[in-house]
């Protein structure tokens, strides 16, 4: 059985900025109104015979979503990016069309991931490990056969990973 979450109805959005590092049109700050479509196939168990309790998947992915809303998105692990945190705030450099950017964000406004790149792409495998990683910690794991997540930046475009986890 396949359950499926829409995020724009379902209220699983958020609004954040990033620099895509190195993009020629990306590679500046800009933002998206993002919004997470969640499917997930696994077994109908329990007292009501749910794959999943919608509740429950909805609390997961907003738990990520709200620490995300309106922050600047910043990748950790970006090879060409310099980062220094000083006196509560976050100096970044890197380069970008051949001149030297150089940035400095209050920490409360910027939300380090542990991702190379906050594309929709990495962001969608992210929020699928962070859903099985819900999952798991609740011992609902174990009925569930993959979870595919949309990380969409508006209607229209998005990126969709599946994770296996049988």
């Not at 999952?135 to 174990?142: I, Q, V």
């Amino acid at each position: 059985m396949i359950i499926e979450l829409n995020g724009i109805y379902g209220g699983l959005r958020f609004s954040a900025a990033h620099i895509v590092f190195g993009h020629e049109s990306c590679g500046v700050i800009h933002g998206h109104s993002y919004y997470i479509d969640v499917k997930l196939s696994g077994e109908q168990t329990g007292q009501f015979n749910f794959v999943c309790d919608f509740k429950v998947i909805k609390s997961i992915v907003k738990e990520l979503a709200n620490e995300m809303d309106h922050k600047l998105l910043v990748p950790e692990y970006h090879p060409e990016v310099k980062y220094e945190i000083k006196d509560d705030y976050l100096f970044m450099e890197y380069n970008h069309d051949g001149k030297l950017k150089k940035y400095m964000f209050p920490c409360e406004d910027v939300l380090m991931l542990p991702l190379a790149s906050t594309t929709a792409e990495e962001m969608s495998e992210y929020f699928g490990e962070h859903i099985k990683n819900g999952l798991d910690k609740l011992g609902l794991l174990n009925s569930i056969e993959w979870i595919e997540t949309t990380v969409n930046e508006g209607i229209g475009q998005g990126a969709r990973s599946n994770l296996l986890i049988k």
